[in-house]
C-alpha cells in the first residue's frame, strides 16, 4: 500500500467519525431544543430557587454540566454552547457548577423577573444581627444536603466566634439555641454536641421540619452528606417513613437535647446575649441559629368558609380521605402529589383547582402523574379557576365566568406559606430581594 492510499483511508476514517460525531451532536440539539421549546410554550421559564446561571464567553460547551445534573433535563447544549431547558425542574443541586472546567456556571437567587426574599447572610451565615445565623430553607437553600452542609458549617462559626469570646454565658444559660429540627437543624445539633457546647433545640412541631410534614410514603431525593458524630448519610431516593426513621434513630443514639411543639415567638438582644421568649419559656444564649423553613405559616385563601374543619393545609395521610370528595386547591408540588396520592384511594372522588392555565412551580414528573390521572377520569382538573366560596356539604368554583357547586367533604389547600418576614424584623434581622444574584 503506497503512502497516498494510507492517507485515503485515513482520512475516510476521520471523516466518518465526524460525520457520526455531527450526527449524534445535532440529534441531542433537536431533543434539546424540543425540551426547551415545551417550557416556553407551558411558560415554565423561571426558575422557583437558586439555578444556574450560565456564561456563554466562558462555556466551552463540553456537556459536563448536562451530565452532572441530577434532575436531567435542566440543562443542555444549544448551538455548542449550555443553555438552560427546563428551568423550573432545577432544585438547586450545584453539580452543575462543580462540574463545570471553566467556572461558566455561576449558582443565583432569584431571576430579573422573579425576586426571591432572603435574609442578608455573610459567608459563614451570619446574619446583620452579630450573633444570630440563618442556615437551611430560610436562606434559600432548602436540599436536604444543603441544609446539613450549612447547619455544620454555621455552628462551626459560632465555635470561633464563642472562643474569642472572654465574656461567660449567664447561669442557666446556653452557648446556642437552635430553631428547627430539620436537617439544618440536627445537623447543627450534632456539631454543637462535638464541641462541647451547651445547645439547646425548639421545635414547633415534630422532628424532621419540613420532611415531617410530607405526605406519607413520599419519596424524598437526598445526596450523601457526613453528619458530625453520626457519619455518613448515604440514602439517594428514600421514602418520608424511612429517613424520619433515621433521623430518630439519630437524636436517640446522641441524646440531642430537643424541646418539641413549643415556638419561638421572639428573639431579644440583651446585655451581649439573646432572650428568646417561646411559647413556653424565655432562654438565654450567647447565639442564635435560625434552621426553621420559610413557609411555617400556611397562606390562606381568605375565602368565606375557610375556618371550617374540613380544611386543612397539608396533607399527611391520603387515607383518611377514603370515601370522601376532595378538593386540592394549588399547583405547587405539593398540591400535585396530594391530588395523585388521593387518587389512589378508594373511592374517593379528586377534584384539582389552580388559577393559572399551567403549572409553572411543578416538576415534569408530578405533571405527567397526573395527567394521566386526569385522561383516566380519576382526577378532575379545573384551571384556570379560582376558589369562591366553603360551604359544610360543597364548594363554589368560579370557571369561565361561571359559578360552579360542587359537592365537597374536604378541601386541601397548598397554596404555599408566608415568609416569616414579622418575626425577623422584630429580631433586626434585614431582609434583601435577589434578582439573579449570586
Not at 440583651?270 to 421568649?277: I, N
Request: proline share 5%; net charge neutral; aromatic share 6%.
Amino acid at each position: 500500500m503506497n503512502l497516498d492510499s494510507s492517507w485515503a483511508i485515513y482520512g475516510a476514517v476521520l471523516a466518518l467519525i465526524w460525520a457520526i460525531y455531527v450526527i449524534v451532536v445535532r440529534k441531542g440539539e433537536r431533543y434539546n431544543q424540543a425540551i426547551k421549546t415545551a417550557a416556553v410554550e407551558a411558560g415554565l421559564t423561571e426558575p422557583a430557587s437558586i439555578h444556574p446561571q450560565i456564561d456563554p464567553a466562558v462555556c466551552l460547551g463540553c456537556g459536563a454540566c448536562e451530565r452532572a445534573c441530577p434532575e436531567g433535563d435542566v440543562l443542555g447544549l444549544l448551538g455548542g454552547k449550555a443553555e438552560l431547558l427546563a428551568p423550573t425542574h432545577c432544585i438547586g443541586h450545584g453539580e452543575c457548577a462543580r462540574a463545570c472546567p471553566t467556572g461558566a456556571i455561576t449558582l443565583v437567587f432569584g431571576t430579573a423577573k422573579r425576586g426571591v426574599d432572603l435574609p442578608q447572610v455573610n459567608a459563614n451565615f451570619e446574619t446583620n444581627v452579630p450573633g444570630i445565623f440563618v442556615a437551611g430553607e430560610l436562606g434559600g437553600m432548602g436540599l436536604i444536603r444543603n441544609a446539613v452542609e450549612q447547619g455544620r458549617q454555621a455552628v462551626e462559626a459560632i465555635r470561633k466566634r464563642r472562643a474569642s469570646d472572654q465574656s461567660q454565658v449567664r447561669a442557666g444559660g446556653y452557648d446556642l439555641i437552635i430553631a428547627g429540627a430539620g436537617p439544618a437543624g440536627i445537623a447543627a445539633a450534632l456539631t454543637a454536641k462535638s464541641h462541647n457546647l451547651n445547645y439547646l433545640v425548639i421545635e414547633q412541631d415534630d422532628l424532621g421540619g419540613a420532611v415531617f410534614k410530607y405526605p406519607r410514603g413520599k419519596v424524598v431525593m437526598t445526596a450523601p452528606v457526613v453528619l458530625p458524630l453520626a457519619g455518613s448519610i448515604k440514602f439517594r431516593e428514600t421514602t418520608k417513613e424511612s429517613l424520619l426513621a433515621f433521623w430518630h434513630g439519630i437524636v436517640d443514639k446522641h441524646k440531642l437535647a430537643i424541646r418539641y411543639r413549643e415556638r419561638i415567638d421572639d428573639i431579644v438582644e440583651d446585655g451581649g446575649e439573646f432572650a428568646v421568649r417561646t411559647s413556653k419559656a424565655i432562654e438565654r444564649a450567647s447565639a442564635v441559629l435560625l434552621a426553621i423553613g420559610r413557609r411555617g405559616t400556611p397562606r390562606t385563601l381568605n375565602v368565606p368558609g375557610e375556618d371550617l374543619p374540613k380544611v386543612v393545609y397539608q396533607m399527611i395521610d391520603p387515607e383518611q380521605y377514603r370515601g370522601q370528595h376532595v378538593l386540592v386547591v394549588g399547583g405547587g408540588d405539593s398540591a400535585l402529589e396530594a391530588a395523585v396520592q388521593l387518587a389512589a384511594v378508594p373511592d374517593t372522588v379528586v377534584t384539582m383547582s389552580y388559577r393559572a392555565g399551567h403549572f409553572a412551580r411543578a416538576r415534569l414528573s408530578n405533571r405527567e402523574k397526573l395527567d394521566q390521572l386526569v385522561r383516566q377520569g380519576r382526577i378532575r382538573l379545573l384551571m384556570p379557576s379560582e376558589l369562591r366560596r366553603i360551604d359544610s356539604n360543597s364548594v363554589d368554583i368560579l370557571r369561565d365566568d361561571k359559578i360552579s357547586t360542587l359537592p365537597n367533604d374536604a378541601v386541601i389547600i397548598c397554596a404555599g406559606g408566608i415568609l416569616p418576614t414579622e418575626f425577623l424584623r422584630r429580631a433586626g434581622i434585614a431582609m434583601e430581594t435577589k434578582y439573579g444574584t449570586p
